[in-house]
């Protein structure tokens, strides 16, 4: 009988819909499994701007450091929209990132056999795909400095800054090269040395550090090629490492390579915290009306349960829950194609469920 606390941020839009989806999964998690979770729940973004006027509140940051995980939703929302880029709810995010130093972003990416058909490329081609992008997320060009909007000579210059210190490259890097050792053992890293001096130190820093994972076969591509070939041959990859901003762009497109952005969970993982999200946002056209599909956030708790508490078993039951769920035929309306049936929330989250009873 094991106790463990977790840090619930709702957020925005549909988050408090899809985060109360995982977590009645992670009460059958504590039926079937005799595990018990404690679960304080905190304000971030916009809902946090509108109570306390920052979206990133001091009483959050600290629940979240007194806690072993973080579950959170989404962020953001139309009325927020004008304001000022620090004030935005998505500021919240990014300072969460930086503060709990969560520098790598685990973001998988694997075709739903019973999905295939929603990916834009053709079934052949997406088959078998099953990716791990592993994206930098505290350093880089989102956080490099000098930045901002200066005035040279009467002109306005924009300036942002791509900076990476060679520890910074060298622990996600590490990073990718271990979890690459415990899945297929291919490794992909993505840079653009042939322009950038901070690429090459990166392509550098991979090489020293290939030499302590022998059997993991290491590949170097230029980040417009790696966009190309995620198209062209998806299931050829295994494990990718990259730096901030190429991880944003690529794991966007490996997402919709194997079909729908409502099916993604991310983790985002330093030495102490973690912070599992899915990787869609607060949707607010369709918050509160019951249809947010909630698996991405359901996959975001399973990946919570193996990384942060250990617990392969209950991980795999509930990836396996809803497998079974797809194949049964359920859909809710973002993964809908004609001959499944149309399901909600609640109901999609009702099946998941019952299919972990076995
Ligand atoms: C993501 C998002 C964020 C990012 C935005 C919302 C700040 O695109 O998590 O990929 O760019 O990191
Ligand atoms: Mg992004």
Known sequence: MGEFKITVLKGDGIGPEI?????????????LFGVSFEREEALIGGIAIDTTGD????????????????????????????LPTDK???????????????????????????????????????KGTDMLVVRELTSGIYYGEPRGIFEEEGKRVGVNTMRYTEDEI?????????????????????????????SGLWREVVEEEKKNFPDVELEHLYVDNCAMQIVRRPSTFDVIVTGNIFGDILSDEAGVVVGSLGMLPSASVGEKYALYEPVHGSAPDIAGKGIANPIATILSLS????????????????????????????????IYS?????????????????????
């Open 88 to 126: 935005r709810p998505e500021k919240g995010l990014l300072r969460i990132r930086k503060e709990l130093d969560l520098y790598a972003n685990l973001r998988p990416a694997k075709v739903w056999e019973p999905l295939i058909h929603s990916s834009p490329l053709k079934d052949e081609v997406v």
């Open 55 to 82: 979206p990133l509140p001091e009483d959050t940051l600290k629940r979240c450091k007194d806690s072993q995980a973080v579950l959170l939703g989404a962020v953001g929302g139309y009325k927020w929209d004008n």
């Open 170 to 198: 060298r622990r996600v890097v590490r990073k990718g090269f271990e979890i690459a050792s415990k899945r297929r053992k291919k490794l992909t890293s993505v840079d653009k040395s042939n322009v950038l001096e901070v």
């Open 303 to 334: 990946m919570m349960l193996k990384f942060s508490f250990g617990m392969d078993e209950a991980s795999e039951l509930i990836d396996k829950a809803i497998e079974r769920t797809l194949e049964e035929g359920y859909r809710t309306p973002d």
């Open 19 to 31: 985060v109360d989806s995982a977590l009645r999964v992670l009460d059958k998690v504590q039926e």
């Open 338 to 358: 004609e001959g499944t049936k149309k399901v909600g929330t609640k109901e999609m989250t009702d099946r998941i469920i019952k299919n972990m009873e076995g």
